[in-house]
């Protein structure tokens, strides 16, 4: 009996290609795999041929499958390598890296002491006083000075106005006498100038204008004998007694000195003059109506607050000179009024709810709080503006539970520098602006901690 099959097939793949290797054996050409047929039964056979010239169906299948990890292994480190690259530009690019400097770059470092809404002119900007670092040690780059720096920044897109160096680590000067990390800054409405004081006797003038800063100490006494002998100490006074400084010179007697009048008081003459009936004040009496919070704590164990209300008082003042408007205590239960400058006063709003409220703008116009709604520590910050009659003209919570700081206002927009509570660890200080017309809050740009800055 003899085997007829028209198409001798490979019954792995198919192929009719195939060689005859005698008794009925084949071998596939296509994948290798030999086989036969076996006359009893007129059936298939197969066997794998697993050394068919490096091209079995498995070897090849092996084949692939080394070329598909090679391929995902090296897809992957192409990845790694990139993202590494990514991750670092990106951490460079958001200042974050104190990394050694570049062949053509030099990476800074500051630390911001005071960042301070100004007015200039009809906008607004930031002063800013840091202690800044360059990681670089090369004496090529003379520049590059590590110690202190000031500058100006525009509040509306961050653009650096001015940039200088303030105080460098190596001058000669007592670390004990020259405390910028200690400066006090305040500004005086009657003589219309910012003012910044280091601890121990230096009095420096900020300019937003001029863009300046410059150290106004031996002018303000040029013509003031009881200060020849220089000034040992100076600071601010209490806001309640005017705008002026408590000045001591070299001999250990105290003064007080008044920019708007450039007037100099022994500590005798201060106490007479701030006590002064307005009968006594002439052509240098003026009128001040202002608001003060009347804070109530509602539970005795807590200093929080939890209700409050504004008062409207009216006083009289001696326009640039010695005064003590310190006419209430905080929960407004009594009065002090010896000198009768006091008018009138009395409650503007109805009690709120509110802890640690604050005024933290007001003018001709207008009223701003900030409080936390309730005790909790998940308790998000509350802005509200109100007007000056005590109407509520917009409430907004916003997204973060912020640090207050100075606010200045700019036609309608409210400008201030301050940081989110939970980017306190980050000591990262945002910019921010209020809508006076609907309470819209945004944060802007940033002030860079590390940065990086060109050789050249």
């Known amino acids: 009996m003899s085997t007829q099959i028209k198409a001798i097939k490979c019954p792995s793949c198919g192929s009719e290609k195939h060689i005859d290797l005698g008794d009925n054996h084949f071998r596939c050409r296509n994948c290798g795999t030999e086989f036969y047929i076996d006359d009893d039964d007129i059936t298939i056979n197969v066997k794998h041929h697993f050394d068919f010239g490096g091209k079995s169906l498995d070897q090849s299948r092996k084949i692939m499958g080394i070329i598909a990890l090679a391929i995902i292994i090296g897809t992957m480190v192409m990845l790694l390598l990139n993202f590494s690259m990514i991750f670092v530009g990106h951490r460079y690019d958001n200042t974050e890296s104190p990394s050694l400097s570049g062949d053509d770059s030099v990476n800074v470092e500051d630390d911001y002491k005071f960042i301070i809404p100004m007015q200039r002119g009809k906008d607004i900007c930031f002063f800013y006083l840091t202690k800044r670092s360059f990681n670089t040690h090369s004496d090529t780059l003379p520049k590059f000075t590590d110690g202190y720096y000031f500058g100006f920044i525009d509040s509306k897109n961050g653009k650096v106005l001015k940039d200088a160096l303030f105080y460098k680590n190596t001058e000669d000067r007592s670390s004990d006498s020259f405390r910028p990390s200690s400066a006090d800054f305040s500004y005086f409405f009657q003589a219309k100038k910012w003012y910044m004081v280091i601890p121990d006797h230096y009095i420096y003038e900020i300019d937003p204008n001029t863009l300046t800063v410059h150290d106004v100490t031996k002018a ?187 606010v200045i206002r700019s036609h309608d927009t409210f400008w201030m520098k301050s940081r989110p509570e939970n980017y306190v660890s980050l000591k990262t200080d945002y910019c921010y602006s209020i809508s006076i017309k609907d309470g819209k809050y945004q944060r802007h740009y940033y002030f860079p901690l590390q940065y990086s800055v060109s050789k050249k």
């Open 220 to 406: 303000f006494f040029a013509n003031k004998p009881a200060m020849d002998t220089g000034v040992s100490m100076a600071s601010f006074i209490n806001d309640d007694f005017g705008e002026g400084f408590i000045v001591t010179n070299n001999l250990g007697v105290p003064y007080y000195y008044f920019p708007a009048t450039g007037r100099l008081y022994t500590k005798e003459a201060f106490d007479f003059a701030k006590h002064l009936p307005p009968s006594q004040l002439g052509k240098e009496l003026r009128d001040s109506v202002y608001f003060r919070i009347q804070k109530q704590n509602i539970n005795p164990s807590l200093s929080w607050g939890g209700r409050y209300r504004l008062w409207r008082v009216h006083t009289k003042f001696h326009l640039g000179d010695p005064q003590d408007a310190n006419y209430f205590p905080p929960d407004m239960t009594s009065c002090w009024n010896d000198d009768h400058r006091l008018v009138s006063y009395g409650p503007a709003t109805e009690w709120f709810t509110a802890f640690n409220c604050q005024i933290i703008y007001r003018d001709s116009k207008y009223i701003l709080l900030m409080y936390y709604p309730t005790i909790s520590q998940e308790a998000k910050t509350v802005i509200q503006l109100r007007s000056t009659n005590g109407g509520i003209l917009w409430t907004n919570a916003l997204d973060d539970r912020i640090y207050s700081s100075k």
